[in-house]
């Protein structure tokens, strides 16, 4: 016995169910198949939890600093965990249970809840029941990569996935691992009140960054009180009394890092060993990511992955765009491409970083003439009045065509300024636009132009 539907999508990350309603508002019989948590990992690990603790967290930090905006506070600002974790349940869960009710609301829509697996390139086998289709989705996206350290069995250490749920204060949180994850559970913990050490095994923080960005970060870091420790070449684990040592050199006796918990923080692997991709025939690289076509098509004619599974993109934005490429493929006859979409995210440490476009390592591996400016927060109007100044705009464009290539904006709103420049990326306008358009006073934005104005050769 075997049920027929028009589409299987297998996951209900940030793809998955807005493929699935666009399907079933098409009149297509749909089935749409979760093992765990509606709304995978944005919405109960990763960036709505993470982002509503580091609410919480920035709001003790504004209150340790109310003295400087002329505040009293008659004894110490504490940290209230399980009221903490109460509100981030209660933002996170609403939207867990929003992405169930919209499925199981969807006419044509058939929500299962149960481990996929391909049994072959058209069929699934979901709680020992198979379902065919014509056409599959894969949006099985990943979890947290845990490297065989020495020692990584004897210890207990957290995840995200672990340690967005804790309702304790650690005395002394390591966290193995200082890129975005590490670096937001890292300042969001120092400003809850534990004692927080990164460990980071290459030789600066966020290595994708440049190294001016990578700087910054770590001074604003070291700032609060978060010790760093880099180049952390062998990393090991031990129990030690009642602490937790990591190691981080080869040598025996090597000074150790001592903590009360552990997180790793170390990467991503995408949820694809254990899918049946075998049997159906989809490729993977050596990493484990589904390899798909610019439209996200596999080497299987008929099977579509979309998410962080097919290693295209690490973000929310990406898998829903990834939605939207497969969708208007499929139902408009719009030829989008993966290909055409510029690389934006943010770092949501305090201040937040903002990028866009190249970096300027890229943009010099490019060999293209370029022009540069940065300009420091500290000469921003809006960033003195909120007394937030650390950081930095950085901005470069083409010499010749004048369209901007890249942007970092480590500062103040600095997630939503960057997407005035990315907006005129999308439209291939030369960067004079931004320069000749009135911004709102006061606001960060409003210094694009002058920071613009500032464009010297780039070295
Ligand atoms: C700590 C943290 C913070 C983050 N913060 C941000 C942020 O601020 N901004 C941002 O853009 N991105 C952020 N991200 C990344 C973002 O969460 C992911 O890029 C995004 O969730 C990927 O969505 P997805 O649809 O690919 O997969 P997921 O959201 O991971 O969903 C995949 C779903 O598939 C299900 N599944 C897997 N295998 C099977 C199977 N065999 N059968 C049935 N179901 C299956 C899983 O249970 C899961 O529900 C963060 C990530 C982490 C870890």
Redesign the pocket.
């Given at each position: 016995m075997s049920r027929h539907f028009d589409a299987i999508i297998?996951?209900?990350?940030?793809?998955?169910p807005s493929l699935a309603a666009r399907f079933a508002t098409a009149g297509k019989a749909v089935a749409i198949?979760?093992?765990?948590?509606f709304?995978?990992?944005?919405v109960n690990?990763?960036?709505i939890p993470?982002?509503t603790l580091i609410a919480s967290a920035n709001a003790g930090h504004a209150a340790r600093r109310g003295a400087e905006f002329g505040f009293v506070i008659n004894g110490d600002v504490r940290v209230d965990m399980k009221r903490v974790k109460a509100r981030k349940d209660e933002i996170s869960g609403r939207s867990n249970k929003g992405v169930e009710e919209w499925l199981r609301g969807l006419q044509n829509c058939t929500v299962i809840q149960?481990?996929?697996?391909f049994e072959t390139s058209h069929s699934v086998v979901v709680n020992d029941e198979v379902l065919e289709a014509d056409k599959v989705f894969i949006?099985?996206?990943?979890r947290?990569t845990v490297p065989a350290f020495p020692g990584i069995h004897d210890v207990p250490f957290f995840t995200?996935s672990s340690m967005v749920d804790v309702d304790f204060l650690p005395e002394h949180l390591v966290i193995v691992g200082g890129s975005y994850?590490g670096l937001?559970f890292g300042q969001m913990y120092r400003r809850f009140g534990s004692e927080v050490t990164i460990v980071e095994m290459g030789p600066r923080l966020i290595g994708r960054e440049d190294e001016d960005v990578s700087d910054a970060v770590q001074k604003i870091l070291e700032l609060e009180g978060i010790r760093i420790v880099l180049n952390a070449k062998c990393i090991s684990l031990a129990k030690r009394d009642s602490c937790i040592a990591v190691g981080v050199e080869c040598t025996e006796g090597s000074p150790e890092v001592l903590g009360t918990h552990i997180l790793l923080a170390v990467g991503?692997t995408p949820?694809t060993h254990?899918?049946g991709l075998d049997r159906a025939g989809v490729a993977t690289d050596e990493r484990g990511y589904v390899v798909v076509d610019d439209q996200l098509q596999t080497n299987v004619p008929g099977i579509w992955a979309?998410?962080?599974?097919n290693g295209r993109?690490?973000?929310?934005?990406?898998?829903y765009n990834d939605y939207e490429i497969v969708a208007d493929n499929l139902f408009n006859a719009d030829r989008r491409r993966v290909s055409d979409r510029i690389q934006t995210?943010?770092l949501?440490t305090d201040p937040p970083l903002g990028r866009c476009g190249m970096t300027d390592a890229e943009i010099r591996k490019s060999g293209r003439a370029a022009l540069a400016v940065k300009h420091s927060m500290s000469r921003v109007g809006r960033a003195v009045e909120k007394g937030e100044t650390q950081g930095f705009i950085k901005i470069t464009v083409d010499a010749e065509t004048k369209q901007i290539l890249g942007a970092a904006i480590l500062g103040t709103g600095g997630d939503e300024v960057v997407q005035v420049l990315l907006d005129v990326m999308y439209a291939k306008a030369p960067y004079t636009v931004v320069q000749r358009a009135m911004h709102i006073h006061p606001t960060v934005a409003e210094f694009l132009p002058t920071v613009l104005s500032k464009l010297q050769p780039f070295a």
């Open positions: 297998i996951g209900t990350g940030q793809a998955g198949i979760e093992r765990h948590k709304g995978g990992t944005c690990t990763g960036c993470t982002k149960g481990h996929a697996r949006n099985v996206g990943g947290a995200n994850v937001e991503r949820n254990d899918l979309l998410g962080d599974c993109g690490a973000f929310t934005h990406t898998a995210y943010a949501y």
